[in-house]
């Protein structure tokens, strides 16, 4: 059983929006800090956003701020990400991530043991 499962991928063009969501298992007792990663091919996977514990605060990676926004509903398990005025650039394979350790919003992969399988964005110039 996947823990935390993505949709709302797919291919949009230029200067269009999507919005992705990140359903967390019940399998997952302690839920905190959740993120969204993304990588390219040949790339390491990279920030994007992070969201803290109640989806207070967030921080966002220099390239999306303005044009992104991360939110969660805690009472779903549910996490989002909404990429407005996207760029061939932000074409990735984009991934949630979970963890029951730590509180405050996170840039770092190594802060986060729960990953969703990944989900394909593309955007066409």
């Known amino acids: 059983q996947e823990q935390l499962v993505e949709s709302g991928g797919g291919l949009v063009q230029a200067g269009g929006s999507l919005n992705l969501s990140c359903v967390v298992a019940?399998?997952?007792?302690?839920?905190?800090?959740m993120g969204w990663f993304r990588r390219t091919p040949g790339k390491e996977r990279e920030f994007v956003a992070s969201?803290?514990?109640?989806?207070?605060?967030?921080e966002y990676e220099d390239s999306v701020k303005g044009r992104f926004t991360i939110s969660r509903d805690n009472s779903r398990r549910t996490m989002y990400l909404q990429m407005n005025m996207l760029k061939p650039e932000d074409t990735a394979v984009y991934y949630c991530?979970?963890?029951?350790?730590?509180?405050?919003?996170?840039?770092?992969?190594?802060?986060?043991?729960?990953w969703g399988q990944g989900i394909q964005v593309t955007v066409s110039s």
């Open positions: 991530s979970a963890t029951g350790r730590r509180y405050s919003a996170s840039p770092y992969k190594t802060d986060y043991e729960y």
């Open positions: 019940e399998s997952v007792l302690v839920l905190h800090a």
């Open positions: 969201i803290d514990s109640p989806g207070a605060n967030a």
